[in-house]
C-alpha cells in the first residue's frame, strides 16, 4: 500500500470511528474504547451497557457489504438475535442468521463445514462480514470461519459472556478442535472491531460469569495490582464499575497482543498464568467437569504457590489470590474425584508438545508482576496439584 493511500484509508477509519462511536455513546453515555493498535489490523472494543444498536451504524458507515451473516449459538440467539438483526437491518443492510448448538462441541470441523456452505449459499461475497454473537465458542468458531472462507471475509466480535468481553473476543485467535485435542486448527484472524454491550451479562448464569472473573483476577495477578485489589472481594453483573473492570482488562490484553501479536515473543505467554495446571486439569477431566474459568481458577491457585516456591511471591500474597477466588465464587479445591496422576500426565504431554521453546510456566514475583518462560520440575508442579486438594 502506497503512502498515500495509507493516509487515506487512516482518514477514513477516523470518519468511520466518529460515526459509530457517536451512535454508541448516544446508547451509552459511559462508552469506553480501547483501540487495538496492529496498524493495518487495528481496531476499536467498544464497551457500554446497551450499545449493541449501534452494530448497524457502525457496519453501514465501513465498506460492509450484503448480506451480514450473524453466527450464534441457538441460546444466545433466543436471547439477542432479533435485536441484532434488527440493529443491522436499521441500518439498511440485508442480514441472515446461523445458529449453531451452544457449547464447546460445536467447536469442530463438521459445524465449521456447516458454516461454510451456508455462506457459500447465501452468496456472501468477500466483502461481507460475519457478526460472532455469543460467547468464546461462538466468536472462535466464527471467526475462523471469517479467516477461512473466501481465504478471510471481515468479521465483527459482540461477545456475550464475562469471559468473551475480557478475553477471547480481543487477539485474533480463532479456530476449532479436533478428536485429538483443543484449539488445534486455526488461524489469527483480528476482528474489524468488537461491541461488548453489557447488558448482555443480564442474563447470563452466574456459574458462567464467576468463571469470567477467573480471567479478571489473572490479569490484575499479571499486570494490574489495583485492578487485583478492586476484584478481589467480588464482582456482580449489576456493579457500577464493571465498564471500567472490562476496560481495564481488555487493555491489558491488548497492550500484550500489540507486542506479540502471534506469540513469537514470550509476552502473550504472561496471558498463561494458571493456564498450565488448568489445561492439565480440563484435560484430565475430559473437559466436563469443570468449565474452562472454574479449572484455570485451580490452576491460579497452584500457580500462586509455585510462585511462592519458585519466584519469591510472598505467601501473604498467595493467600490474597486464593481469598479473591473465593470471594468470586470460583472452586479452590480440586474435586477428589480426579485423578491427580492424569492430571500430572496432561501436564507431560504438554511439556513434550512445548519442548522447543519452554515458556510454559508463568510465574510472579509479586502480586501485579509476572514473567515467562519458568522452569519448573515435574516433583514441584505435582506438590502444587497436591496441594489443592490439602
Ligand atoms: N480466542 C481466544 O483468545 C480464547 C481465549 C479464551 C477462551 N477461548 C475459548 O472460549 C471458549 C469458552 O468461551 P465461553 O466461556 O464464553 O463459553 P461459551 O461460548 O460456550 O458460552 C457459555 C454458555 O453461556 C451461554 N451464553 C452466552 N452468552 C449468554 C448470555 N448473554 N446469556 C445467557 N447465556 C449465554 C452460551 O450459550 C453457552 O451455553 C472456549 O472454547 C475457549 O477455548 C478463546
Ligand atoms: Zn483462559
Not at 201 to 225: C, H, N, Q, S, W
Request: net charge negative.
Amino acid at each position: 500500500m502506497g503512502s498515500k493511500t495509507a493516509a487515506r484509508n487512516a482518514q477514513d477509519d477516523g470518519g468511520r470511528r466518529d460515526v459509530y462511536k457517536g451512535a454508541m455513546s448516544s446508547a451509552s453515555p459511559d462508552l469506553r474504547t480501547v483501540h487495538v493498535d496492529l496498524e493495518a489490523r487495528a481496531y476499536d472494543v467498544l464497551i457500554g451497557a446497551g450499545i449493541l444498536g449501534g452494530l448497524g451504524d457502525f457496519l453501514a458507515a465501513g465498506t460492509f457489504r450484503e448480506p451480514v451473516a450473524i453466527i450464534t449459538d441457538a441460546r444466545v440467539g433466543a436471547l439477542l438475535g432479533e435485536r441484532t438483526q434488527n440493529a443491522v437491518l436499521a441500518a439498511g443492510l440485508s442480514s441472515f442468521m446461523i445458529e449453531v448448538p451452544p457449547g464447546e462441541g460445536s467447536k469442530s470441523l463438521e459445524v465449521l463445514a456447516h458454516l461454510h456452505s451456508r455462506l457459500a449459499r447465501n452468496k456472501v461475497p468477500r466483502s461481507g462480514t460475519i457478526v460472532a454473537l455469543g460467547g468464546g465458542v461462538i466468536g472462535d468458531l466464527a471467526g475462523f470461519a471469517a479467516a477461512s472462507y473466501l481465504r478471510g471475509i471481515h468479521f465483527v466480535q459482540v461477545p456475550t459472556t464475562l469471559l468473551a468481553m475480557v478475553d477471547s473476543s480481543v487477539g485474533g485467535k480463532t479456530g476449532v478442535n479436533l478428536p485429538e485435542g483443543k484449539n488445534l486448527v486455526g488461524a489469527f484472524h483480528q476482528p474489524k472491531f468488537v461491541v461488548a454491550d453489557l447488558d448482555a451479562l443480564a442474563t447470563l448464569p452466574p456459574r458462567e460469569f464467576a468463571a469470567g472473573m477467573a480471567e479478571v483476577i489473572k490479569y490484575g495477578a499479571i499486570a494490574d495490582r489495583a485492578l487485583f485489589d478492586r476484584v478481589a472481594n467480588g464482582v456482580t453483573a449489576e456493579d457500577d464499575d464493571l465498564a471500567e473492570i472490562v476496560e481495564k482488562c481488555v487493555a491489558i490484553k491488548a497492550r500484550i497482543v500489540e507486542h506479540d501479536e502471534f506469540e513469537t515473543k514470550g509476552e502473550r505467554a504472561l496471558l498463561n498464568f494458571g493456564h498450565t495446571i488448568g489445561h492439565a486439569i480440563e484435560k484430565a477431566t475430559g473437559y466436563s467437569r469443570y468449565l474452562h474459568g472454574e479449572a484455570i481458577a485451580l490452576g491460579l491457585r497452584a500457580a500462586a504457590w509455585l510462585s511462592v516456591w519458585e519466584s519469591g511471591l510472598p505467601e501473604a500474597e498467595a493467600k490474597k489470590i486464593e481469598a479473591a477466588l473465593l470471594d468470586n465464587d470460583l472452586p479452590l479445591e480440586l474435586d477428589r474425584k480426579v485423578d491427580r496422576e492424569a492430571v500430572l500426565a496432561a501436564l507431560g504431554n504438554d511439556k513434550k508438545v512445548a519442548s522447543d521453546g519452554g515458556n510454559r510456566w508463568v510465574l510472579l514475583s509479586k502480586l501485579g508482576e509476572a514473567k515467562s518462560g519458568c522452569e519448573i520440575s515435574l516433583e514441584v508442579a505435582a506438590k502444587a496439584i497436591e496441594r489443592l486438594v490439602a
